[in-house]
């Protein structure tokens, strides 16, 4: 018979505010561009510094010259990605050519700037097929659109490099809805049981669509989730582009040091839409939200940084901007000069040998498009 004053077997409560209390914020730099922690900051110099100011300024416009171009029915799939540069840019930034990148959805910019041409992004987000024909030397796959499926291909891609004995390391993202897939947690735990050297980064931008990140897991963090895998978990300001930076160096240099994966959630936002599909942020999150976060600002912030140190003004803001546009401009009319891909190139690229009855569809098609 239980007694009415069973001593609890153990103290549940106090287990988990262990586990918690260890997943505080990384900051380096505040919303008013200072320094918060200086024995954090990363060794960058100057120029790398207004490198990585110009890469988050570039991509800014290219997310509003592509939603306009979507809008003008010139682009296909896009999922915009402002507010989310240091996340984004900065973790991209802490790598080599030789790392992999395994992209979701949103993670378009990484990838441009692992070398990806632009036309080439252009084209994938048309469905075109020359979008995902990577070039020889750019160790990126295009994103995936099935939510944490890169997880597990990350942790393949690390386990070959280890194998061959490669000084290099394989990077993916997902998001804080991608955080509750199995694939997820299949993917952090082969890695870590198998050592390798991964980085499995979480931008939690507090939405999956429209379920706040507060309805996705009784998690107080998504960091704190590397615990059950066994490997390090960090919880880093994702709109600081030096705290994203000297997280991910760092677990970078674990990594080739052999000491494993890391699991870095950025805590971010994005100032747009889900994608340019036509979901209306506006009925999930509130403008007090909006505002909150836009304080934040990952560019106002560097600026402000890079300005005190006397490393940024106003003519090197404009050359960039201009530089953007113009390398969008050249871009899509690279995209809009590929010739049209016919289903026989679909067919054709698809299979190193076409079965038989595909090859019947096929002759048919040929005959079709030789009209
Ligand atoms: C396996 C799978 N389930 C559902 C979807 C549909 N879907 C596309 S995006 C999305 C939300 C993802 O949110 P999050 O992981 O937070 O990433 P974010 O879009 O915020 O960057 C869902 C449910 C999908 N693409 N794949
Ligand atoms: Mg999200």
New binding site residues.
């Given amino acids: 018979m239980a007694s009415k004053t069973k001593k609890a077997a153990f103290d549940a409560k106090k287990q988990l505010e262990k586990v918690e209390e260890q997943f505080e914020t990384l900051q380096i730099l505040n919303e008013e561009g200072k320094v918060v922690n200086e024995s954090a900051m990363p060794d960058l110099s100057d120029e790398q510094l207004q490198e990585l100011m110009r890469r988050m300024v570039y991509t800014r416009i290219l997310d509003q010259r592509s939603i306009s171009l979507n809008r003008q029915g010139r682009l296909g799939f896009y ?1 915009p990605t402002a507010g989310q540069e240091a996340s984004q840019l900065a973790s991209q930034f802490a790598l080599e050519k030789e790392d992999f990148i395994l992209p ?3 993670d378009v910019p990484q990838i441009i700037w692992h070398g990806l041409p632009l036309s080439q992004a252009f084209l994938w987000s048309r469905g075109h097929f020359e979008g995902g024909n990577i070039p020889e030397g750019v160790n990126v796959i295009a994103p995936q ?5 890169q997880y597990i291909q990350a942790a393949g891609v690390a386990l070959g490099m280890k194998k061959r004995g490669e000084k290099a390391v394989a990077i993916t993202y ?6 509750s ?1 199995g694939d997820f947690y299949e993917g952090i735990n082969f890695a870590g049981a198998f050592q390798v050297p991964a980085i499995f980064i979480v ?3 507090r ?3 429209s ?1 706040p990140v507060e309805k996705q897991s009784a998690a107080k963090t998504i960091a704190q989730k590397a615990v059950a895998a066994g490997i390090p978990g960090v919880q880093v300001d994702g709109m600081d582009p030096l705290a994203v930076y000297a997280a991910v160096h760092d677990a970078r240099e674990r990594a080739l040091n052999g000491e494993g994966p890391t699991l870095i959630e950025t805590l971010t936002y ?1 100032y747009g839409p ?2 340019m599909a036509g979901d209306d942020p506006t009925r999930y999150r509130t403008s007090d939200l909006d505002n909150e976060w836009e304080k934040k600002d990952p560019l106002v912030r560097f600026r402000k940084f890079l300005e005190d140190k006397k490393l940024w003004n106003e003519d090197m803001e404009n050359e960039i901007i201009e530089k953007a546009k113009e390398d969008i401009k050249v871009a899509i009319k690279k995209a809009d000069d590929t010739p049209k891909q016919k289903v026989t190139d679909l067919m054709s690229i698809m299979y190193e040998e076409m079965p038989y009855n595909l090859k019947e569809q096929y002759e048919v098609y040929k005959e079709k498009e030789s009209k």
């Fill in positions: 999922a979701g959805y949103r659109i099935i939510i944490g499926a997902t998001g804080d809805g991608g955080a897939q931008q939690n931008n939405f999956a669509i379920t994005r889900h994608t």
